[in-house]
């Protein structure tokens, strides 16, 4: 049975698995990536994560047809070097990855933005699977995101493009970490949430006795902590109001959108529709349907081993 190597490489870990054509796992796992120590500890995980698999692979008798790779950053037309752009990795710029990994591997590789792939695997296997016009977007550390139009994802000439997270949303906002300001993702990520609570905690003298995350705060939502309230519609604003501009350009069938927040119950997506039928053309959303990702962490190492497949 033929298979291909998906690989998910983030700023603390790296996810790796066997896929097969059908979009199933077999060996699943996860690496420390070692982002903030060297781009060449980075490609050492690489390169263990894929000998692991391609061995598991040899005994089990299984054909392995490559490797696929998602990266934060921006790849090139050829799909082959990660020019630069991922801020939660040291040294991670001009790096031919893709070259890096065959000669270790002597298997064939093919590269592709992280968030891009995710966004892949969302439309062949997940909530964009049977649609033509999709918008995905994943929220998180950062946003980051795809528009498929026709069934095909739409990057921008030379792959420069869909830099979504990077859309000026505030002017004479804060700086984002790419260097513009007022970024979507510095108003609308989960980090840009958790700042922003952490900074009203210490402004009104609050204490908690766990770590201050998503996860906390959507707790405190949900028992109606004032603070939290008010951080959470000022998320759903925010990010909805982006969510409206992506309605009016591209008018997609569904908006899908991914990551640890989005899962967190019926009420966030409730809350962002809302906001986006406030703020979108009514006529370029007539058509969209607001929902979530349905292959969760896994979607971007099963978009990258689609490459391959």
Known sequence: MEYAIGIDLGGTSIKYALVSKAGDLLFEGRLPSFANVSAA???????????MLKDEAIKQNLTVLGIGLGTPGIVDESNRIVLGGAEN????????VASLLEKQM?????????????????MKYGSGRGYTHVVFLTVGTGIGGV???????????????MELGHVPLIANGERCACGAVGCLEHYASTSALVRRFSALAKERHLSFDSEINGELIVRLYHE????????????????????????????PQRVVIGGGIAESGTFYLENIRKVVRENAIADCAVNTEI??????????????ASLIL
């Not at 528009?147 to 493009?161: H, L, M, Q, S, T």
């Not at 929902?291 to 099963?302: E, F, H, R, W, Y």
């Open 89 to 96: 990795i040291v040294g991670w710029e001009n790096i031919d």
């Open 291 to 304: 929902v979530a990702a349905s292959l969760g962490n896994k979607a971007g190492l099963i978009g990258a």
């Open 224 to 251: 109606n902590f004032p603070t939290a309230v008010e951080c959470m519609n000022e998320h759903f604003y925010y990010l909805g109001r982006g969510i409206a501009g992506f309605v009016n350009m591209f008018s």
């Open 41 to 51: 500890k980075v490609i050492e995980q690489l390169t263990k994560a894929a000998t």
């Open 147 to 161: 528009v498929f139009i026709d069934g095909k994802p739409f990057n921008g000439y030379a792959n420069r493009g």
């Open 106 to 122: 002597n298997l064939p590789v093919v590269v592709g933005n992280d968030a891009s792939l995710m966004g892949l695997g969302e």
